[in-house]
């Protein structure tokens, strides 16, 4: 069983376009993470969602909106999408807010051509 | 200042190589490290973590926090093939719950 799933694996879109990726997770956790790693394997944190509620909220463009309508998801928004938008996007969940260990799912690779 | 720099890669040695992995980092108030590994294609995945200044050893992989220097290491022995991977640092603190990630060094190990 897959803990942490994402969907699609690989998003290929346009300038300008909106897109959507999606993550379940069936750990049972209440706190989820969107990051994004760009070609330098530099990963970065976007957002976190506690029980719901937005936790961290990283300095992005509002062209991103993540929406968390239970616990077990979290889904992420990208509207008009940018060349620069172009990396792999991580879903991440762990139990609580405080230090755990963070499961993260296989990623979405974004390209924007 | 990056508030975590990793140093830079990649690295490439031969199998059974003893291999020395380095971050620093420049908040005091960081409570948590961790190495995370992760293979090509995946997401990273928890290898190791501690808290104190010290060593913290599991099997082939020893991760060293120096806390008055603010240094962390993670150090493998015997290093195998299947240790090909990037590795990335990582550092909690309470005060935002989050974690900062290194930037990632990519190790290959030949057979």
């Known amino acids: 069983d897959t803990a942490v799933s994402q969907t699609p694996k690989y998003l290929v879109t346009q300038m300008g376009n909106d897109k959507s990726i999606k993550c379940e997770q069936n750990?049972?956790?209440?706190?989820m993470y969107w990051y994004k790693q760009d070609s330098k394997k530099f990963l970065k944190i976007m957002f976190s969602y506690n029980n719901k509620e937005l936790i961290i909220n990283e300095t992005v463009p509002n062209r991103f909106s993540p929406k968390s309508p239970d616990k077990a998801h979290l889904n992420l928004h990208i509207n008009s999408l940018e060349l620069g938008d172009s990396a792999v996007y991580f879903c991440?969940?762990?139990?609580?807010?405080?230090?755990?260990?963070?499961?993260f799912g296989p990623g979405t690779r974004l390209t924007v051509t | 200042q990056k508030e975590v720099e990793q140093d830079p890669g990649p690295l490439s040695v031969p199998e059974g190589a003893i291999v020395s992995l380095n971050c620093t980092y420049s908040n005091s108030a960081f409570q948590y490290f961790m190495w995370y590994r992760q293979y090509s294609r995946k997401g990273p995945e928890l290898l190791m973590y501690?808290?104190?200044?010290g060593n913290k050893e599991d099997g082939r992989f020893t991760a060293q926090v120096d806390k008055s220097s603010k240094y962390i290491s993670l150090f493998i022995r015997d290093s195998q093939p299947s240790d090909s991977a990037t590795y990335l640092c990582a550092i909690y603190t309470g005060a935002n719950s989050k974690l900062t990630f290194g930037k990632g060094i990519t190790l290959s190990v030949r057979p």
């Open positions: 991440a969940s762990s139990q609580g807010l405080g230090f755990g260990e963070q499961y």
């Open positions: 750990l049972g956790h209440d706190t």
């Open positions: 501690t808290y104190s200044s």
